[in-house]
């Protein structure tokens, strides 16, 4: 099983801050990670797939990079609705599995 | 618009056993795969099952293989979710998800509201 890393667990920023979420594979993955986003009582929502392919209708201050075992999710200047948790999922094999989350608070 | 709906979860005893539903409507139905995820109470996303759009191919967490079934009616615009054997680690909101590449087992998008599956005595 290929076991998804992310850091931080937890992230207080203030608006308009950069906010960088790391996900770290177990095994090389090449760019198949995917970000989503999920906020309080609601599922979550594809950001990104393929570690940095853009998502029609998601802000373009979203952005993903990486490949084969470092992943990085970019948040460039915060907003107050970006408050959330954030997770990655490897599709590269099954047992597909998902980091274990990065919640971001606005300060 | 895309719209996924999962019914069916509710409060069961342990070793008890329970079907999800999820109802999917503004897309061609049969020719995407589809997928189940799970959420215990404050904790993370875990991936449960996976089904190709005939059918034909299925995949589970080691979690839930030989008590979980996923199966789907294309006719019905349909995805199910039998689960046996229940046990209280099982506890959770259950969501349904499409997989809107060509193939199984990449991305999901979108996701239903969920449906919350409680097993206790």
């Known amino acids: 099983e290929i076991v998804l890393t992310q850091s931080p667990d937890f992230q207080s920023v203030t608006p308009k801050e950069k906010v960088t979420i790391t996900c770290r594979a177990s095994q090389s993955i090449g760019s198949s990670i995917h970000w989503y986003q999920q906020k309080p009582d609601q599922s979550p929502k594809l950001l990104i797939k393929?570690?940095?392919q853009s998502i029609s209708g998601v802000p373009s201050r979203f952005t993903g990079s990486g490949s084969g075992t470092d992943f990085t999710l970019t948040i460039n200047s915060l907003e107050g609705e970006d408050a959330a948790t954030y997770y990655c999922?490897?599709?590269?094999?099954?047992?597909?599995?998902f980091g274990g989350g990065t919640k971001v608070e606005i300060k | 618009e895309v719209h996924l709906v999962e019914s069916g979860g509710g409060l069961v005893n342990p070793g008890g056993s329970l079907r999800l539903s999820c109802a999917a409507s503004?897309?061609?139905?049969?020719?995407?795969?589809m997928n189940w995820a799970r959420q215990a109470p404050g904790k993370g996303l875990e991936w449960v099952s996976s089904i190709s759009s005939t059918g034909s191919s299925v995949y589970y967490a080691d979690s839930v293989k030989g008590r979980f079934t996923v199966s789907r009616d294309n006719a019905k615009n349909s995805l199910y979710l039998q689960m046996n054997s229940l046990r209280a680690d099982d506890t959770g909101v259950y969501y349904c998800?499409?997989?809107?590449?060509?193939?199984?087992?990449?991305?999901?998008?979108?996701w239903g509201q969920g449906t919350l599956v409680t097993v206790s005595s």
């Open positions: 393929y570690a940095s």
């Open positions: 999922q490897q599709s590269s094999r099954f047992p597909l599995t």
């Open positions: 503004g897309f061609t139905f049969g020719t995407y795969s």
């Open positions: 998800a499409r997989d809107p590449s060509a193939g199984i087992g990449n991305w999901f998008d979108p």
